[in-house]
């Protein structure tokens, strides 16, 4: 009998070493994401991360694109789509700015906006008016209707495959002025999950990325993928009076 015990402490021991390793290692890997506040998204909403290989991560102060806002577009909102953090392609003919849209817990259903808490948008329809406005600001058409919009819905089955997604929307916006005197182009791919955060990646692009444009989106597929229900990582929600830094280490080289 006191055998039996023994064992069963030593599994119960395991067990618990095990669930402390893997706690660890999933925290560890999204403080080393270096995507600041989304890092903490990703993890509310079971999306896992992975480097990609063909793409160096770079994290800067928030930048507008205003390269993509109409002449004609004269209103104060919606306002040019912002970001900190972007995938700078290695050849450098391609820039991947990325959204990663917040929410408030991970049991929400809606987009977190602090100061806003009112306005309830739910994440499951919230790709509408975030597209919308994105089609306002770039043809300054303020009255554009949905079926106007020149999207393209991939299959279900792409949707899976490449991100463990419901549903991948794609569009073209003009870029009215060249970003950085270089890039002419931008690419919309729009990434959504049921009862999860979606995801934007907007890719600006130079006439020698144009050909190849597919492979540049191709090689980002699987960066962002959402768990499975059987895959869930622990996550505790941190409190509501804690500050939170989710930043890479220091002497890590997020360069791959």
């Known amino acids: 009998m006191e055998q039996i015990r023994r064992l069963l402490f030593v599994f119960i021991v395991l067990i618990s070493q095990f669930g402390y390793s893997l706690y660890a290692q999933t925290i560890e890997d999204y403080n080393e994401i270096g995507l600041g506040s989304s890092s903490l998204t990703l993890a509310r909403n079971q999306v896992k991360y992975t480097l990609p290989s063909n793409f160096v991560l770079e994290t800067m102060e928030t930048e507008y694109l205003e390269c993509l806002r109409s002449k004609d577009y004269t209103r104060q909102l919606p306002f040019a789509p912002f970001f900190n953090n972007k995938f700078v392609s290695k050849d450098g003919n391609c820039i991947v700015f990325i959204d990663v849209v917040p929410v ?6 809606f987009i977190d906006f602090p ?5 309830k948008l739910d994440i499951n329809t919230y790709h ?10 770039n ?3 303020n009255d554009i209707s949905w079926q106007e919009l020149p ?29 950085k005197k270089r890039y002419s182009y ?12 979606p995801i934007r990646l907007y ?13 540049y989106i191709k090689s980002l ?6 768990r499975d229900p059987k895959d869930y990582i622990q996550l505790i929600e941190p409190q509501q009076d804690s500050i939170i830094h989710i930043i890479p280490r220091k002497k890590k080289n997020l360069i791959q």
């Open 139 to 141: 043809t300054g058409k």
């Open 203 to 215: 890719f600006l692009y130079n006439n020698k990325a144009k050909k190849s444009l597919n492979k």
């Open 151 to 179: 999207l393209h819905y991939e299959s279900s089955k792409y949707a899976n495959m490449a991100f463990n997604a419901d549903t991948v929307i794609t569009y073209p916006l003009t870029v009215w002025k060249k970003y």
């Open 128 to 137: 509408i008016s975030r597209i919308m406005y994105d089609f306002k600001f």
């Open 186 to 197: 931008c690419h919309v791919v729009f990434i959504q999950k049921n009862g999860r955060c």
């Open 221 to 226: 597929e699987g960066v962002f993928r959402y």
């Open 104 to 109: 408030a817990s991970k049991d929400s259903k």
């Open 115 to 119: 100061y806003l808490q009112e306005l």
